[in-house]
């Protein structure tokens, strides 16, 4: 008998909504048995299909459908107007699917109708996001977990002002109808690392979900894949990498993947625009922790209804004690040192090196062979450690610093094959360790730029010229040594730098 999903949770938004629930017996009770129904499903299955109790709740995202059905049916300068310079926005072309990503209060793109596209799309992220901070606070105040909402919801932006973009993302996507075109990376099975994600689609068929092979949740058809029946008036809900980690392995993240569907004509404007195109177009809303969090699973998870059982600790899971204190910013490290090929950027690069243990972004380990003295990421300098975890110094909340003097560059060092970014000059007269060493900026084209510097130069200076040299900002771009990110506010003496020593340069990453 082949395996399918509980049934989908009958939801009321008013009943998720603390601010609006009101001393009343019924409605109480109501309430608490959806927190406990959103709480197994989750951690059965990963997913939860949640039937809106109205038209009006779910007309957000019908519109939202819609409009990404008539973009992605536009002529190709009109897509093309819609791409964006932030990482992660706007529209781009994908092997699979067309994509196009809106951030809540980020500005609009273009003018007239693609900024009433805009709007459209803003509105759908807003209604998403509330709907999803609803769907965490239940999760905490179910039997299965039991501890404040604050924890977790604290860990959240602020609803972001226009022009104050939200770490969350919504992604609009039109994938090919063609039955080969399951090969591709837009199909493959994948973890989402934000803390929630919604999904919503005209389409019933399309979306499926791994059913847990171990831990707590499996049972009856453990790893078999079942469609997650949704269509007009259904979201998913999927548990993304980030709750999974905060929550100390109590939930673990949804596997899950497209396949593709044609979809089949329509009377409507829209109808004729999904069948000109052919493929499925769905909405994701993607919910994250802001960058400067602290994700502590030791203090979310202290006096929690359920603990990890021994046996699944025992399997590889671990428990909250057994995961660090991290920035937003260092967890996601640790995700693409896991999870090195994107399904939305397209990128594939090496497999971290069986053993490390610490949180390193994807492209490190490709670049890892290529250093003949590197160090194991367990050995990385206990200073380089305090700044990856809380309470340490945060290298993302200092990367804005004023960039370093063009007066920093002086002569040029050797270079066997690469470019010369210059001589820094020492950070104070007067110290210790005036002998220079030579240390290399490489990015993921493999392009190195040389800088000789003191034991007592301080990095933020290295990586103000680099930028300065390529002519990019320094938020755009992550510096990472011998598998961590590092404060860029040591010295070159602090952080242990030996001559020849690399430090790699990776993109900003944002998304799956």
Not at 142 to 150: C, E, F, I, N
Not at 411 to 426: H, K, L, R, V
Not at 437 to 453: A, K, Y
């Amino acid at each position: 008998m082949t395996p399918q999903l509980l049934a989908p949770l009958s939801v009321q938004q008013h009943l998720l909504f603390l601010d609006e629930l009101v001393p009343d017996a019924d409605r109480a009770s109501a309430y608490a048995r959806f927190c406990n129904e959103l709480w197994t499903r989750l951690q059965q299955q990963g997913v939860s299909v949640l039937e809106l109790g109205s038209d009006e709740e779910f007309s957000a995202f019908a519109r939202a459908l819609e409009t990404c059905t008539v973009f992605f049916s536009a002529d190709e300068p009109v897509k093309q107007g819609a791409q964006s310079a932030v990482p992660g926005e706007g529209y781009a072309v994908r092997p699979g699917k067309e994509l196009l990503a809106v951030r809540p209060g980020a500005p609009a793109w273009g003018s007239g109708r693609s900024r009433t596209q805009h709007a459209a799309l803003q509105k759908a992220s807003s209604r998403a996001d509330r709907l999803c901070r609803g769907l965490l606070c239940a999760l905490c105040r179910s039997p299965g977990l039991d501890v404040h909402s604050g924890r977790v919801l604290g860990l959240l932006d602020d609803a972001p002002l226009l022009g104050q973009a939200s770490a969350s993302l919504l992604r609009c996507a039109r994938y090919s109808p063609d039955p080969h075109a399951a090969q591709l990376l837009a199909f493959a099975p994948h973890h989402d690392r934000g803390v929630l994600t919604l999904v919503a689609s005209a389409q019933e068929q399309g979306l499926q979900v791994q059913l847990p092979q171990q831990g707590q949740g499996a049972g009856a058809g453990a790893g078999a894949w079942v469609d997650v029946p949704l269509g007009p008036g259904r979201v998913a809900v999927l548990c993304g990498y980030s709750l999974s980690y905060a929550l100390g392995g109590l939930l673990q993240p949804a596997l899950h993947r497209v396949r593709p569907v044609a979809v089949a004509g329509g009377g409507s404007a829209g109808g004729s625009a999904a069948t000109a195109g052919g493929g499925r177009v769905s909405l994701a809303y993607e919910l994250c922790f802001r960058p400067n969090a602290c994700v502590d699973p030791a203090a979310i998870t202290q006096g929690a209804a359920e603990q990890l059982p021994a046996a699944a600790a025992a399997a590889g899971e671990g428990g909250a004690a057994s995961r660090p204190a991290l920035l937003t910013s260092a967890l996601m490290e640790r995700f693409e040192a896991t999870h090195p090929v994107s399904i939305n950027g397209g990128v594939r690069v090496k497999q971290a090196q069986p053993g490390a243990n610490t949180p390193a972004a994807a492209a490190v380990a490709a670049r890892r062979q290529r250093e003949e003295n590197g160090t194991a990421a367990g050995d990385e300098a206990p200073v380089a450690k305090r700044g990856r975890r809380c309470g340490g110094p945060a290298a993302d909340e200092q990367a804005g610093s004023a960039a370093a003097a063009p007066s920093a560059l002086s002569q040029p060092a050797p270079a066997g094959g690469g470019d010369n970014g210059g001589q820094m000059e020492a950070a104070a007269e007067g110290q210790h360790g005036d002998s220079r060493i030579n240390i290399i900026v490489m990015d993921l084209d493999g392009s190195e730029v040389h800088f000789q510097v003191k034991q007592t130069t301080q990095l933020q200076r290295v990586v103000d010229a680099y930028c300065s040299k390529k002519g990019v900002d320094v938020t755009t771009l992550r510096f990472i040594n011998k598998g961590c990110r590092f404060n860029p506010y040591l010295t070159v003496g602090q952080l242990a730098l030996q001559d020849g020593d690399i430090i790699d340069c990776v993109p900003a990453q944002v998304g799956n």
